[in-house]
């Protein structure tokens, strides 16, 4: 469709159906491999073990039969920003940098350590936009929210509300759509009367008041939305008392190697580095 | 025995002076079928909500099930006595899969795992939605979405399932599956309590209670309610075939639909009522007569499509194709009714004619110009037809009902006399008189006034069309007569109006019927063609009451 289009259609993340040995993980085991993912390549200082790390995306993703191009797609959007972090990189020098200049272009030179930090940024960057889009892709909204209550079960005995923050998660998934379409049809009946969005309003006062036919509506609606939701959970008695659940999101024999082997690649990719650091 | 007990209950909104509701007493039995009537703002939602511990009523008291739903202890027990199905359907599903939403109440209620699957699956059984029990929920039509919100009902095994107006946001067919799960869950013991504004819908009911502007003004069987001449001051109607009854001059029976009407009228009034319509069908009346209508010449036409095709998504695995091919013309002065299922594509069709959305191929013309041209200048089309989108009172953001109505002309460069003429001809012509209503709080006026706020708010950019989806649906039958009246008037001007609507007797009374199914014009033309002689059941819609009573008039005849 031209003219007005809206993501109302659009489903969050990129969950593909399928059934591979991935897909079938518990997603609490998921989100234990995506910390395992992401907290090494985010604060390792080892280049060994972020680049391992930065690995492991790609090795899930042939796993769960997901196309790696499909996943590289997701990391575009970021691309500016590395490009920007490089171009400060080249231009500022690290204080008592004494590692070979590569090239140099009149007063800007490219060192080796130069060199080494901006690739091992963008491996990071590209190692967690991987992560982030193979967990999306083989997780659907309602495993996202399951796995957080499981991922929390244990802290659920002493009385944090894990059911509860995964229920907020799963609403504010099925909030994304509706306030979408709320949204575009107040865009449509302002439309219809004319009103010209964000053209010909200089100022951020006589801007911010072009929306205001708009963000006074959505916001309305939205909280009645809320509201009629609301309604609709407390009349089928949610937080009466201890809740039961009806998928079995627990995980087999294989989540249990998993989740064992995800706690210990977060161990091993601090643990390792130290200990190759004491003996040498 | 009364399942639920209510005594001289009152409610009052925070922050309200009046109360929402005063002095109920009523009681239900159990296995009891009560249909709640009333005007919007007569307090049927409110005491509803009283019902299940929503609202906590003050002062008065409430028994269901023998427990009282203000107390939070007596709280569980009534909500699990007493099952809610809310209006909006979308706005009653909290999980991404049809059958983890049927299974929300029992997991709050605590129940195990293997009963819970057992009761989950027995529930969409009954709702005949067993087969979709792995599908995300937004992908079903809103019929569907209803169904879902009642198995959700059902599997808390409850004493009691209250209907909040549930009928009144889906489809004819839709409508059909819900009251006929009414029914069922009544010939099972279950109790039922139906609010709605539909009088046909009442009539189903073994007792009626009315209330108006918070009290209760009649409770009785629909016969008795409907014989009564405290009707119309209630301003309710009367169900379509007992009024027919009526004008027949024959003795109404509530429940009785137009065929079995039809033909207890032939055999009471003789041959006689046969003749007439007959003649009245032969001099191209209803029943027969009419042609499709052809493509004509676009130049005359307000409206012109020609093979306009329109997909949302394009590209993306969810694609659909909302207009698929459609070629009609829309003469100026006419006023068109554009039926058919939900998600058949009227309101697409609406905007491909508004140049809010602009076909992939093929072409639109509104008003001879083609609105994908290069040239076109849509903000100008648009204002010239504007479209009303659905609940266009949801897009009311002045706080003041004359300001609303004076964003569209401002738009178009109105100011000072000028402005305040159009304005007050919008809200005079829309029944919301300019003096009394532009210094009101938009948000204060009634459904019906905030409906009639949005249309005036259109009504004041002067236009030479109207484009309006679904103008009616949700009213009253009070507010909806007021809205088809502006429509009327606003049309006797020799303007035109495309509405969609799913009441197929307001479809009747247009000049034209277009009847959309699945993206596709399936037929275009007067209301005795299409629902006459170009008839076809396979559109999922019904067939307005006048039709079927004289096809039932005629079929009596000629037995």
Redesign the interface.
């Known amino acids: 469709m031209k003219g007005l289009e809206f993501w109302k259609n659009v489903s969050i993340g990129r969950y593909v159906e399928s059934d591979s040995p991935v897909h079938r993980l518990a997603p609490a085991t998921k989100y234990l491999w995506l910390l395992a993912i992401m907290i090494p390549v985010s604060s390792s200082r080892s280049a060994v073990v972020v680049c391992a790390s930065a690995l492991l995306p790609l090795v899930f993703a042939v796993l769960a039969r997901v196309r790696i191009r499909f996943l590289l797609r997701g990391f575009l959007p970021v691309l500016p920003f590395i490009a920007l972090a490089a171009t400060f990189q080249v231009f500022l020098s690290w204080p008592g940098d004494a590692s070979p200049v590569l090239a140099a272009v009149g007063p800007v030179s490219l060192s080796l350590r130069e060199a080494v930090a901006v690739v091992m940024m963008a491996v990071r960057f590209a190692a967690m936009m991987l992560a982030i889009g193979l967990f999306t892709s083989v997780t659907n909204e309602g495993d996202t929210a399951r796995g957080v209550e499981d991922l929390f079960s244990p802290l659920a005995r002493i009385g944090f509300p894990a059911r509860s923050l995964a229920l907020t998660i799963a609403v504010a998934f099925r909030f994304i759509p509706i306030v979408a379409g709320e949204f575009e049809s107040v865009v449509k009946a302002q439309a219809a009367r004319g009103a010209d969005f964000g053209t010909g309003s200089r100022g951020p006062i006589r801007k911010a008041k072009a929306y205001l036919p708009l963000i006074v509506p959505v916001t309305v609606r939205a909280l009645e939305r809320a509201e009629s939701l609301a309604e609709a959970m407390e009349a089928r008695c949610y937080g009466s008392g201890p809740a039961t659940r009806y998928v079995d999101s627990g995980g087999v024999a294989t989540d249990a190697v998993a989740r064992i082997a995800a706690i210990a690649w977060i161990v091993a990719a601090f643990v390792a580095p130290a200990l190759i650091a004491s003996v040498s | 025995m009364a399942i639920i007990g209510i005594d001289s209950l009152g409610y009052t909104y925070p922050g309200s002076s009046e109360p929402a509701l005063s002095d109920i007493s009523l009681d239900i039995d159990e296995g009891d079928y009560v249909a709640i009537v009333g005007a919007n703002g007569s307090g049927k939602s409110t005491l509803v909500?009283c019902l299940?511990g929503?609202l906590q009523p003050e002062p008065g008291t409430v028994r269901v099930a023998g427990a009282d739903p203000s107390d939070p202890k007596g709280?569980?027990a009534a909500?699990?006595a007493l099952?809610?199905v809310?209006q909006?359907p979308?706005?009653?599903?909290?999980?991404?899969?049809v059958?983890?939403d049927v299974?929300?109440?029992?997991?709050?209620?605590?129940?195990?795992?293997p009963e819970?699957?057992e009761r989950?699956l027995e529930a969409l059984d009954r709702v005949d939605l067993l087969a979709e029990r792995a599908r995300a929920p937004?992908f079903l039509s809103a019929g569907q979405q209803q169904r879902l919100?009642v198995a959700?009902a059902i599997a808390?095994r409850p004493r009691i399932v209250a209907f909040d107006e549930a009928t009144s946001m889906i489809d004819p067919v839709g409508r059909k599956d819900v009251l006929a799960l009414m029914d069922d869950l009544v010939a099972s013991g279950i109790a039922v309590i139906h609010v709605t504004h539909d009088m046909d819908e009442a009539a189903r009911a073994r007792r009626v209670a009315v209330l108006s502007e918070g009290r209760l003004v009649f409770v009785g069987t629909p016969a008795e309610l409907f014989a009564s001449d405290r009707l119309d001051g209630l301003r309710l109607g009367r169900p379509r075939s007992y009024a027919a009854a009526l004008r027949l001059g024959i003795e109404p029976i509530v429940g009785e639909d137009a065929a079995a009407l039809g033909a207890r009228a032939v055999r009471v009034l003789g041959a006689a009522i046969t003749v007439a319509v007959s003649e009245k069908a032969s001099a191209g009346g209803h029943a027969t007569g009419g042609d499709p209508i052809a493509l004509a010449d676009e130049a005359g036409a307000a409206f012109s499509l020609r093979d306009a095709s329109?997909?949302?998504?394009?590209g993306?695995e969810?694609q659909?194709r909302?207009v698929d091919c459609v070629s009609m013309d829309v003469p100026a002065g006419t006023v068109v009714a554009l039926v058919g299922k939900t998600g058949s594509g009227k309101s697409s069709l609406l905007?491909l004619l508004?140049?809010?959305?602009?076909?992939?191929s093929g072409s639109a013309l509104s008003f001879g110009v083609d609105t994908?041209g290069r040239k076109a200048d849509l903000?100008t089309v648009?204002?010239r037809a504007?479209?009303?989108?659905?609940?266009?009172e949801?897009?009311?953001?002045e706080p003041y009902s004359g300001d609303e109505v004076a964003?569209?002309p401002r738009?178009?460069g109105l100011s000072g006399e000028r402005l305040v003429e159009r304005v007050r001809a919008a809200m005079d012509a829309a029944g919301l008189p300019f003096d009394e209503y532009r210094d009101k709080p938009s948000r204060t006026l009634s459904g019906g006034r905030k409906r009639r706020l949005?249309i005036a708010?259109?009504l004041s950019?002067d236009p030479d069309a109207l484009l309006l989806d679904e103008p009616t649906s949700a009213l009253d039958p009070a507010s909806r007569d007021d809205m088809l009246r502006l429509i009327r008037g606003y049309a006797s001007g020799g303007r035109t109006v495309v509405m969609s609507t799913h009441s197929m007797d307001e479809a009747a009374s247009a000049d034209r019927v277009a009847v959309m199914r699945d993206g596709r014009l399936e037929a275009y033309g007067p209301p005795d063609f299409v629902f006459g002689t170009g008839w076809d059941s396979s559109w999922g819609i019904e067939r307005p009451f006048a039709f079927e009573l004289d096809e039932a008039l005629i079929a009596g005849g000629r037995a």
């Open positions: 909500r299940n929503l709280r569980v909500r699990k099952s809610l809310f909006s979308p706005d009653q599903i909290v999980a991404s899969v059958e983890e299974a929300f109440g029992l997991e709050n209620l605590g129940v195990p795992r819970m699957r989950v937004r919100a959700g808390m329109m997909s949302y998504s394009n993306a969810n659909c909302a905007q508004d140049g809010l959305a602009l076909p992939d994908a903000r648009r204002m504007p479209l009303a989108v659905q609940r266009p949801s897009a009311i953001f964003f569209g738009n178009q949005a708010s259109i950019l």
